[in-house]
């Protein structure tokens, strides 16, 4: 989604009237998907859904739609490796005669080796799904576990008082603890 304020000035001025009607496009695209009743008009959990669509289940082919649209800069409706790379290490990100960060390497590998699950040299719609928004994911509960594996720091499973205060930079952070709000209700902390 196009938000204001995530562009500047000049950039919102140079784009043209065929940049706002395709967004518009896809807005409404996204619009109708999470207008379930088909009134035109959108309640608080279609909201949610047209703002979130990774979170709620009949939103999730728009939104594994529009990640490929994202992708797929030759528009041949597929991922390849140097599309993908370069949404993950733009070309204008790297610097000539630097190496190539450890990470991008990593990242070529984890392409080839699972992404690519047919071993066609591209990603396919499936494909993304599987790496954007795999069945039986629940992301609160991979959150959770990301966040004790992060702060905790005795690696004792469990989170202190101290664990969490040393580590609060992580967090503020996360969208699980609402960024940090959900800590400032609990007295023992």
Known sequence: MFYPGTCTEKELESRSDDFYKHRLRLEKRRWDKADQNRD???DRKEYLAFLHPEEVDHMKGIYVQEALENLDKDKDGFVSLEEYIN?????????DGMDEPDWVNN???RFSSYRDKNKDGKLDTSE???MIAPDNY???????KH??????I???SKLSEDEIVKNFNIFVSSRVT??????LRHEEL
């Open 40 to 42: 035109s008009a959108i």
């Open 87 to 95: 949404d993950l290490h733009s070309p204008e990100d790297r610097k």
């Open 107 to 109: 990242e070529r590998q």
């Open 128 to 130: 993304v799904k599987s």
């Open 138 to 144: 629940n992301r609160a509960e991979a959150e959770a």
């Open 147 to 152: 966040l004790i594996r992060q702060a905790d």
């Open 154 to 156: 005795n690696k004792d």
């Open 178 to 183: 609402h960024y940090g709000e959900a800590l």
